[in-house]
């Protein structure tokens, strides 16, 4: 044969097999096979161990020069590291001996090589072609040798050919249309063949994820391996025996009419002395009741499940959705003809799910449409996923949520209050364990006695992996979004009100508390797209509103105003409709949809909300009260904001007065007013009377809330500036360094208080000659600024305008001028031609064009 590597006789070197993960059956096979035959192999998923460095020994193997290439579909495919090996050894030169495994098309560079196919024979004459591709006709001269890999450990004697069957077998018909899971079907097959004490492989999930057609397809795929594979239907533990009483008579093990009982024990002692069997419990929930029927010794048992439970008798794997590439090509399998954009948006509808997925593409293949499948999806999901099931499956989608949820009611009716509870919430993970014991009135009463300890929502938990209708980590439950798209459409008028209050008591009693509290900031996280996933308008009680607010509140500390406005702005519409102006879940949603007014730019509705609930607490509570003290401190803030420090400073000396009196000195929110009191003093120009001020504030701070509190860290910070101001600017740097990483440190390098730290350092590493430092601190905090904030945020400006001016100041006269141009227009545009820093950038940038250079002034 020409252009193939082979040579006359046994080879002196050692045959390096290269093949894809999901061919591995065959690379087995065909190692056998060199084995057998006198030679020498060297096969990546016997010799290569964990930890070994996988591109030196590919490389190493490579350098031999002997190369057996097995090639399939998925050999071709770009992103496997099949792809280098074979372009490796054509670029250096390199003889490659191909063998077809399947039918496929080959690129056209491999083209001039003679390729024999082996896919489609029997296995003596699949066998003779490999030894003649490889050698020549000959025979083995001497005794097989065994191999280095799990079969000889085991005492085996070599797989069948790829694709043969086992002589005792039960399995259900394959799935033509299976696409995908190769990397689970490659883990499976290392799992199981590892050698391990323990092979018995649980595949756990919920509904609809393709449990079993990932263990149909392994056993079909890997059937070579084994001389018994059966297949057991497991949902009812009463119904096994008699299954496996079937395998016993089959194999020989039992004589026909043993009693169940007998035979099964039969059973089990003789596969205990055996290898190369295969089991699949199918949809076995209880690990428990499974338990009696797990033989040991080396075979292999797989189990499908949507319980999660199995540690005790299995080593548990989770089955996950497709990835998208898999769910397009799921969509196509049965021939369904799809663009890219077509398959990409109805997987993502899906949410990849497989059944979901399997019965689309049902329906595509019966004539419906794309554009007309979407519009279904969009208008009647539960409809749509109500149709017959895809061949494979037992149940359609919302057939199986249905079953799923009527017998979780049966079972435990207090668990599916708690899943109807969170088919309301998002579709991510649920703090749920720590409601437990903090329920408010509005709950029901199942939903009270179920999550009434830890202990009791620890059972709840637990009976939902059973039944696999959300995911399980750490205390959490997370329903995918379909289930809970079924969820929502199934439940009667009165379930769903219900459900609602019930949701809407799982946040309250989730509320972690101060978003100020660094050490509270992980819990935020987690709850955070649950808090804003419920329309604020159905809200019904005040600490569910309290809840949304201050999420909103954490979400404006982040930056991402515009959501957090968008929530406010209902919760705040519904308050005064259905409570009216003067409650205080009103008054208090004013004061935060204030600010979101003023942080997007929305000066007059900004200062209308804080005057008009300012007034209305002093009317309804008096001055005194902390809600009047608090809503003073946000409309001088925003008086701030807007340039008028001279109303500012009257109305923060007057709030500081009252709570130094009514709170005590060192209360957190007298420290607040301090802390605002002496930005005022400064911009009034009182600048000693602020430093002063300013050290008192600092001082007391950190001993009162620690020295990397967020308030303390936003004082030194305006402190660090106070210094400058009365041209201490030595010791500004130092108390702006310490400030800039302690915030990185506890706030993180993109959180917008850190990057107002970072851009008042550069101003003052500039002011004490540090430019270049200056211009650098300017880069990294502009290119943040514009990622966090957006490109034209006012503070984004502010940076751009002094990174501009430090340009100037080091020599780089064409970017600061393009910097400064650039910001000019964009503060005309944002702030107006007149606002005092788009005057600002103007001066200096007509200064620099007379090339006398810019005019220091922010």
Known sequence: MADTGASDGVSDGVWFISHAGADRAWAEWIAWQL???????????????????????MNAALEQGRMLALFSPAYFEPERFTTPEWTAMLARQKQITPVRIAKTPTPAILSPFIVTDLFGLDEQTARDALLNAVTGPSRPGRAPVRPPGMLSRIGGTGPRLPGSLPRVRNLPPRNAAFTGRDGMLVHLREALASGQRVAVQALHGRGGVGKTQLALEYAYRFAGEYEFAWWITAEDPALIPDQLARLAVRAGIAPAGTPSAVAVELLLAELGTMSRWLLVFDNAEDPDALAPFLPGGLGHVLITSRNSLWTSYAVPVDVSTLSRTESMALLRARGAALTDVDASSIAATLDDLPLALAQAAALLVRGLSAADLKEELAANLVEVMAHHPPPGYPAGLAAQVRLTRSRLKAEHPGVVVVVDALALLAPEPFPLTTCAGHLPEQASALLVETMGSRLAAGSAVEAVARHGLARVQDGTLQLHRLTQDMLVRQMTGHEHDQALADAEALL???????????????????????????????????????VLREACWYLMDRGQVQPARERLQTLYDACLQQLGPDHGDTLRAAQYLARAYSETQDHGPSRALYEDTLNRFQRLLGDEDPDTLNSALNLAEHLRALGEHKGALALDAKTLAVQRRVLGAEHPDTLITASNLVVDLARVGRVGEAVVLGEETLDARRRVLGVEHPDT???????????????????????????????????????????LTAYNLGIRLAEAGRVEDAVDLGMETLEARRFVLGAEHPDTLATANDLAVHLWDVGRVGAARALGEETLEARSRVLGEDHPQTRNTAAWLEELVKGQGPTWNR
């Open 35 to 57: 084995l057998d035959a006198g030679h020498e192999v060297e096969l990546d998923c016997w010799d290569w161990g964990t930890g070994d460095n996988f591109i030196l020994k």
């Open 508 to 546: 309250t009693a989730a509320d972690p508390g101060d978003t100020r509290e660094p050490r509270l900031w992980p819990a935020w996280q987690v709850l955070l797209p649950h808090a804003l996933t419920l329309d604020p308008a159905q809200l019904a009680t005040s600490r569910g509103r309290d």
């Open 713 to 755: 860290l936003r004082t030194a910070t305006n402190q660090a500036n106070r210094l400058a101001e009365v041209g201490r600017v030595g010791e500004a740097v130092v108390l702006g360094e310490e400030t800039l990483d302690a915030r990185r440190r506890v706030l993180g390098v993109q959180h917008p208080d850190t990057l």
